[in-house]
């Protein structure tokens, strides 16, 4: 068990550009959760996982964001059309069944900067 | 909906003294309540949690913190600190109230403790 990992650990781009997270969950948590948390500021939950089923989108989730976990395994985090109010480091969370009260593993993030 | 206010942006304090990190939340239901550290450029890592039972609640490096209804307050302490404490804290909670809630978190702003020598 290595834990929760995700790739890139940090990214750069290009204001207008498309760019793709990933999130390899604990392998026996079913559920798996984002965050996204700008400088100075708490994470906030963006959405959440049951293992294919996305049950659960923030509505700071806009529709250049979509995600998607084929298969219950990992979780892709696609943002279209990047804006520098993007930038921010997004979090990835596993747990296994039972959610908060048995304790998340979270990632070490991925931290996206849109110049 | 819940909320998670942090009463302290920053707290400096000096290696071994006590400190205590202020939280406070709202919420219609009951909830599970949670401290994580996050040092730089790191995710979180879980301090404690309180779920039911003792409201003294014990945890990793240390920490406790205490629930208290009444005041729906959840404060984190530690009765001495060390140099590698100074990293960031998130107070958060979780609705227990089964259904829809799929637990997701509601954080706080965040405390920065910093311990000088």
């Known amino acids: 068990d290595t834990g929760v990992s995700q790739d890139p650990r940090h990214k750069i781009t290009k204001r207008g550009q498309n760019v793709t997270f990933r999130c390899d969950p604990i392998?026996?948590?079913?559920?798996l959760y984002w965050y996204r948390q700008t400088l100075g500021q708490g994470p906030e939950f963006l959405t959440y996982f049951q293992n294919e089923a996305q049950l659960e989108k923030s509505r700071l989730l806009s529709d250049r964001f979509s995600a998607e976990r084929p298969k219950g395994s990992f979780s892709t985090l696609e943002i279209q059309r990047t804006e520098q109010g993007d930038s921010a480091m997004y979090l990835c969370?596993?747990?296994?069944?039972?959610?908060?009260?048995?304790?998340?593993?979270f990632g070490s993030g991925t931290r996206l900067t849109v110049v | 909906a819940q909320s998670v206010t942090q009463l302290d942006s920053q707290v400096p304090v000096f290696e071994e003294a006590p400190v205590e990190l202020r939280c406070n939340y709202s919420?219609?239901?009951?909830?599970?309540l949670f401290w994580y550290v996050q040092y730089p450029n790191q995710g979180l890592q879980l301090l404690l949690k309180y779920l039911s039972g003792s409201t003294l609640v014990k945890g990793i490096n240390g920490f406790e913190a205490e629930f208290n209804k009444s005041q729906t307050s959840f404060h984190l302490r530690k009765p001495s600190v060390h140099i590698s404490d100074t990293a960031e804290y998130f107070c958060a909670v979780s609705d227990n109230a089964g259904g829809t809630s799929y637990g997701k978190l509601t954080f706080g702003q965040g405390t920065i403790l910093t311990v000088h020598p």
């Open positions: 969370a596993s747990s296994s069944v039972g959610g908060a009260g048995y304790g998340y593993t």
């Open positions: 919420s219609s239901v009951s909830v599970y």
């Open positions: 392998s026996e948590h079913n559920r």
